[in-house]
């Protein structure tokens, strides 16, 4: 313009419409006064058109490279336009891997499949970068200060689970994400041929955790962002979009989900290992952030205290709710099961005597017996007793104290069915030695003469520490929901067996403190709703089933919310 007037090109009007049409955002880097360009092209009626204008009497090279910085795409997926040949090579120098070219590539734009794009007919993307722009503004207002920034900013993230409706966006997702995919995974292009490898994958492996992520702030809402797949403690795919970069969401999400292990693959803008997010709110849904618990409400702490059961539909209740998770872990050969004896123990460990005796023993861990339960510091409690069929019950001879103790270096599963359990006591140390070779002579020889064996499941220890759980948890003004086990639907006869004498035992008790008992019943009626890993019987359920028994958890507690206006003090 400083050189004269502009002559109007409808033709070149028409492909930058049409590439934002295709979400191919554009931008203008002019040697120029800012305010005629604006005003000529909004008289021309595109100046809306354009983000990002970098307009000024200056060096073009810095003006690229910020515009680039500012709208944080890769420079490799970005085209310099410019009939100055020494401002393509200034841009070359300052943005190293940039895509530059001459004017005469404009007329071929439209018909490059390199500028195909995707169908935007709203201009969606162009939006997206309008919210992203108003922001850096508002940054650069505040001194460039970005946690500043972040936290005036009101960054909210909502978990989901049911990738199946969201699938198309999801493949996207992960076949297009680059800058924040940081495992590089990708599935073919074709979507049901992708759709049937995810499916494939999740089959694979019983534990795995698999959820997209939506997150808005205060500047606008930007849909579903992540996409994680976690398989046992390690992540298949962790990706996120770019327009969520630099708001510390993939870090805040990494550490939500337990910062489990990730294989980064090549390049990557972000680093996950920095301190703790603490300006981002975590909500239901962000779609639905302001109506009432999905909103601004403290988001209530449920302990869940089980087997694999409670391990799978804790992937989809942390998306709700803050958790207490307590389950079953190896330790040096032993397995520790957090039945509800290993509960109640702490009673006698008030004892210091007993103290000194569980000092003593092999395959105790440290805080091998800690518990929300018997702390309290949890709102609302959700147990199934599935475990219950694992440890054999022994006592000590001075104090009278039970506990439960199991390995699967010795037998486990007897004859007589899960209830029947094997008699450490009766092994000498010479026969577990090599099997337990963390356990000691002293440690073996002490739990041997210290502890006599009164057998597996106990009917009576169950209901008398039933009772002392729900009195103890009631009178601290706890919810408590118990979640019943699959007594009926399987090939595994003796586990079925078993979980329908627990669940008899088990009902009464709850009914008598109005105790919450979800039936699993509701859920599980046919082998089509087992997890198709062999097993044909307790615990293991398809994914679908575990989102309704979460469900129906979410339900319980947020009517307790809806009923008590102030339930507890969160």
Known sequence: MSEGEITQIPENINIVKELNRRGIVNAICSRNDFSNVESKLKELGVWDEFIFPRIEWGPKGPLIKDIVEQIQLRPASILFIDDNVTNLNEALHFVPSINVAEPTIIPTLLA??????????????????????????????????????????????????????????????????????????????????????????????????????????????????????????????????????????????????????????????????????????????????????????????????????????????????????????????????????????????????????????????????????????????????????????????????????????????????????????SVPYEEIQDKLPNTTRDQWNFFRSEFSFIGGFNKDIFVKDLRTLFTRLKRAGKTIIIVGLNSKVGRDLGILSAFGQVNELTLPVAREFGVDFIDAHQFVKSENDLAKDGSFGGSHYERRVYKQISDAILNIVHNKIKNMKTILPY
């Open 112 to 425: 490059d499949p390199k500028f195909k794009g995707k169908p935007d007919p709203t201009c969606k993307r162009l939006k997206q970068y309008r919210v992203l722009e108003a922001k850096q503004k508002d940054k650069s207002a505040m001194g460039g200060d970005n946690i500043s920034f972040l936290r005036d900013s009101n960054i909210r993230i909502s978990f989901h689970t049911d990738i199946e409706q969201q699938f198309p966006r999801i493949h996207d997702l992960v076949n297009r994400t680059n800058q924040l995919n940081f495992t590089k995974k990708r599935w073919p292009e074709d979507i049901e041929e992708a759709r049937k490898i995810f499916e494939a994958e999740l089959q694979e492996e019983f534990n795995s955790n698999v959820g997209y992520v939506k997150v808005s702030d205060a500047y606008g809402n930007y849909g579903i962002c992540g996409f994680y797949f976690i398989q046992r403690d390690t992540c298949k795919h962790f990706l996120f979009s770019c327009r969520t970069m630099n708001m510390g969401v993939e870090q805040a999400v990494w550490q939500k989900l337990g910062r489990k292990h990730i294989e980064i693959q090549g390049k990557v803008a972000s680093r996950l290992d920095m301190p703790l997010v603490d300006w981002v709110s975590f909500v239901p849904d962000i779609d639905h952030a302001d109506d009432g618990i999905a909103g601004t409400a403290p988001r209530p702490t449920v302990c869940l205290r089980g087997a694999c059961d409670m391990m799978m539909t804790a992937h989809f209740l942390r998306t709700d709710v803050e958790t207490k998770e307590e389950f079953n872990y190896p330790y040096e050969g032993w397995e520790i099961a957090t039945t509800l004896r290993s509960a109640l123990v702490n009673e006698a460990l008030e004892r210091p005597i007993n103290r000194q005796i569980i000092a003593a023993l092999p395959g105790i861990p440290e805080n091998r017996f800690a518990t929300a339960t018997w702390d309290e510091t949890a709102d609302v409690y959700v147990f199934t007793f599935g475990q219950e069929t694992f440890h054999g019950l022994y006592r000590s001879k001075t104090t009278g104290m039970t506990i439960p103790m199991g390995t699967y270096a010795l037998p486990y599963y007897l004859p007589g069915g899960p209830f029947e359990k094997f008699d450490y006591t």
